[in-house]
T-cell receptor, first 116, second 113 residues
Framework: GAVVSQHPSRVICKSGTSVKIECRSL??????MFWYRQFPKKSLMLMAT?????????EQGVEKDKFLINHASLTLSTLTVTSAHPEDSSFYIC????????????FGPGTRLTVL | SQKIEQNSEALNIQEGKTATLTCNYT??????LQWYRQDPGRGPVFLLL?????KEKRKERLKVTFDTTLKQSLFHITASQPADSATYLC????????????FGSGTQLTVLP
């Protein structure tokens, strides 16, 4: 149980385009999902906290207009990287917390974004 | 300033030995400390969670200790196997946070056959 999927697993796009990444909790409901990015050989950096039915809370230094987050249902959160640039290339990972459960975060497999 | 340090970036051990990984933190008041495993190109996988009032937790070949006086957690893998080779991340959840985790930079463990 507690499986989280991400789609796509890899995406390559041209500079200036927008890319949407989906995060789904497959077998549980998640009132809270988190979005992280990870650079090679570095740790996960929290970008934002996504709560179902409300606006996301962004960490300091993360541009909310560039990284649009929508948490429309208890099983789906999306991250849209708008007007992507090469410096946005990274590994994006989401996690979900089981509604009514403990504080364990269940992570998706990640999405590798490459902006040319 | 707040820091979470996993003070070995890489650790090589021989198969069958016990691997011990260290996580130290400063200027945090953690409610929980968690350990995750991450394989290349994959998301982290939850291993163990230990609460501030717990000293030790075990799960099969894994053992975690938590010393809030020393501000340190130790993660042990006994009878290590090459399949245990991965990056191991510690993560803190502070008492004031809304289930947010702050991660250490990880230790890359290689178990040599």
């Amino acid at each position: 149980g507690a499986v989280v999927s991400q789609h796509p697993s890899r995406v390559i796009c041209k500079s200036g385009t927008s890319v949407k990444i989906e995060c789904r909790s497959l077998d549980f409901q998640a009132t809270t999902m988190f979005w992280y990015r990870q650079f090679p050989k570095k740790s996960l950096m929290l970008m934002a906290t996504s709560n179902e039915g409300s606006k996301a809370t962004y960490e300091q230094g993360v541009e909310k207009d560039k990284f649009l987050i929508n948490h429309a249902s208890l099983t789906l959160s999306t991250l849209t990287v708008t007007s992507a640039h090469p410096e946005d290339s990274s590994f994006y990972i989401c996690s979900a917390v089981l509604a009514g459960g403990t504080d364990t975060q269940y992570f998706g497999p990640g999405t590798r974004l490459t902006v040319l | 300033s707040q820091k979470i340090e996993q003070n070995s970036e890489a650790l090589n051990i021989q198969e069958g030995k016990t691997a011990t990984l260290t996580c130290n933190y400063t200027n945090y008041s953690p409610a929980y400390l968690q350990w995750y495993r991450q394989d290349p190109g994959r998301g982290p996988v939850f291993l163990l969670l230990i609460r501030e009032n717990e000293k030790e937790k075990r799960k099969e070949r894994l053992k975690v200790t938590f010393d809030t006086t020393l501000k340190q957690s130790l993660f042990h893998i006994t009878a290590s196997q090459p399949a245990d080779s991965a990056t191991y991340l510690c993560a803190l959840e502070e008492k004031r946070s809304a289930r947010q985790l702050t991660f250490g930079s990880g230790t890359q463990l290689t178990v040599l056959p």
